[in-house]
């Protein structure tokens, strides 16, 4: 029997991690089975191992997960995940708060076996970045007690194993709807939305406070999992039909460049909501930070300057978005309503319809510098927001700290 210590989260550079570890064993021939006992699971921990873990079945390996959903930590997309790649999946929950907390991953072949149990959960800071500890228990199949070892785990699990504990069922489309429906499982957006809000009424210190917290405790950098969970983000890609105008969105995976500006829109302003306010200074936590007009080229001092830039969307090069300080609302401000060299016009992706908010509207629009007059746009969910912020090589807030986010995307 070889043990081995999994200790990760301290060395950002360290590839010594759980899911390291997992992604190893599936990639191995020695293992025929995957067991796993985890308490929380999502979107980002399955990205990192979900084509290890289909590789891994399709070279006639067995899977079987068995998951908690409490606290709002497993996510409704995760669930959705599992189901659409038939992965064989079990559900564990108590409706009187008896938390299933376990985080075991057990692969077997027929010589030799592999435990690995400690803290991380099936999450993408699980995995990879948060401070965690496991053991890796290694042993051949003739060891006995390696064998006894691996028995009273699955000792332990036999009623959820063999489906006789009442809290335990089957994923299906038509448990998931339930367990949607009565708040168990929650979308990842509505859940990061929950957690804020929490942060915001209860974690806020007063600056003075705050300044002191920080100078006492450094931040941990966090490591980057394989799938690249620090540098790619969903933009959506609005296209617009060329005879009616009709809008589609589609999701697509896009990469985050050095040196890019994101800046969160709000509701916007202008008829057709496509007016971006812009900032000559911000700050965070009272300190005082650059602001996001002089991206764009412009001195933050110099009110009467204007800047005319190219914007690039979809594809398409929209001419003349302006930059200008507008006296009567004592601020900078960016008006996207360019156009192509064929009359397209960047209003139509950002007018609302009836019912709906503009393409613009309670996003994140993300520019990216291609030389001083053209910048590409890409537009991004407000859930990405920890994303970026945890990309910013700086980032602050409007005004006197108030307004809304925006930062630049770090090398």
């Known amino acids: 029997m070889e043990l081995k210590f999994i200790g990760q989260g301290l060395d950002p550079e360290s590839d010594i991690t759980t899911g390291n570890f997992i992604i190893d064993s599936l990639e191995s021939e020695n293992y025929s089975s995957f067991n796993a006992f985890v308490a929380f699971v999502s979107t980002g921990g399955l990205k990192?191992?979900?084509?290890?873990?289909?590789?891994?079945?399709?070279?006639?390996?067995?899977?079987?997960?068995?998951?908690?959903?409490?606290?709002?930590?497993?996510?409704?997309?995760?669930?959705?995940?599992?189901?659409?790649n038939e992965i064989e999946s079990y559900v564990i929950y108590s409706p009187n708060n008896i938390i299933y907390h376990p985080k075991i991953y057990a692969f077997e072949g027929d010589e030799t076996t592999r435990a690995i149990i400690g803290?991380?959960?099936?999450?993408?800071?699980?995995?990879?970045?948060?401070?965690?500890?496991?053991?890796?228990?290694?042993?051949?199949?003739d060891d006995e007690n390696g064998s006894e070892f691996l028995a009273d785990i699955y000792d332990h699990f036999n009623a959820i194993i063999n489906q006789e504990h009442p809290s335990c069922q089957l994923l299906t489309h038509e448990v998931l709807e339930i367990l949607i429906e009565s708040?168990?499982?929650?979308?990842?957006?509505?859940?990061?939305?929950?957690?804020?809000?929490?942060?915001?009424?209860?974690?806020?210190?007063?600056?003075?406070?705050?300044?002191?917290?920080?100078?006492?405790?450094?931040?941990?950098k966090a490591k980057r999992p394989p799938k690249g969970y620090r540098k790619t983000v969903v933009k959506k890609e609005l296209v617009a039909e060329e005879e009616t105008n009709l809008v589609n969105v589609v999701d697509e995976t896009t990469e985050l460049a050095a040196g890019s500006m994101w800046i969160e829109t709000g509701l916007m302003t202008?008829?057709?909501?496509?007016?971006?306010?812009?900032?000559?200074?911000?700050?965070?936590?009272?300190?005082?930070?650059?602001?996001?007009?002089?991206?764009?080229?412009?001195?933050?001092?110099?009110?009467?300057?204007?800047?005319?830039?190219?914007?690039?969307?979809?594809?398409?090069?929209?001419?003349?978005?302006?930059?200008?300080?507008?006296?009567?609302?004592?601020?900078?401000?960016?008006?996207?309503?360019?156009?192509?060299?064929?009359?397209?016009?960047?209003?139509?992706?950002?007018?609302?319809?009836?019912?709906?908010?503009?393409?613009?509207?309670?996003?994140?629009?993300?520019?990216?510098?291609?030389?001083?007059?053209?910048?590409?746009?890409?537009?991004?969910?407000?859930?990405?927001?920890?994303?970026?912020?945890?990309?910013?090589?700086?980032?602050?807030?409007?005004?006197?700290?108030?307004?809304?986010?925006?930062?630049?995307?770090?090398?």
């Open 183 to 220: 708040n168990v499982v929650l979308p990842e957006a509505t859940s990061r939305a929950k957690s804020n809000k929490i942060n915001k009424e209860f974690g806020q210190k007063e600056t003075k406070v705050n300044t002191r917290l920080l100078e006492l405790f450094g931040k941990v």
């Open 119 to 141: 803290s991380s959960n099936l999450t993408e800071s699980g995995l990879f970045q948060n401070i965690e500890a496991s053991v890796c228990v290694d042993f051949d199949s």
């Open 270 to 411: 202008g008829g057709s909501r496509n007016i971006l306010d812009l900032s000559k200074k911000g700050k965070l936590d009272g300190v005082n930070k650059f602001g996001s007009v002089s991206y764009f080229g412009v001195d933050p001092n110099d009110e009467n300057q204007i800047n005319d830039i190219n914007v690039i969307f979809g594809g398409k090069t929209y001419l003349g978005n302006r930059v200008f300080y507008a006296p009567a609302n004592s601020n900078w401000r960016i008006r996207l309503n360019g156009e192509t060299a064929e009359g397209e016009k960047l209003t139509t992706f950002s007018i609302p319809s009836l019912g709906q908010n503009g393409g613009f509207q309670q996003k994140i629009l993300l520019f990216t510098g291609i030389d001083e007059t053209n910048f590409r746009l890409e537009i991004l969910e407000q859930e990405d927001m920890p994303r970026l912020i945890e990309n910013s090589a700086d980032w602050a807030k409007g005004g006197s700290g108030n307004g809304r986010a925006y930062g630049i995307i770090a090398e």
């Open 48 to 84: 990192n191992i979900i084509d290890e873990m289909l590789a891994f079945r399709e070279a006639g390996g067995a899977i079987k997960l068995y998951l908690g959903v409490n606290l709002n930590a497993t996510s409704k997309e995760a669930l959705e995940k599992l189901l659409e």
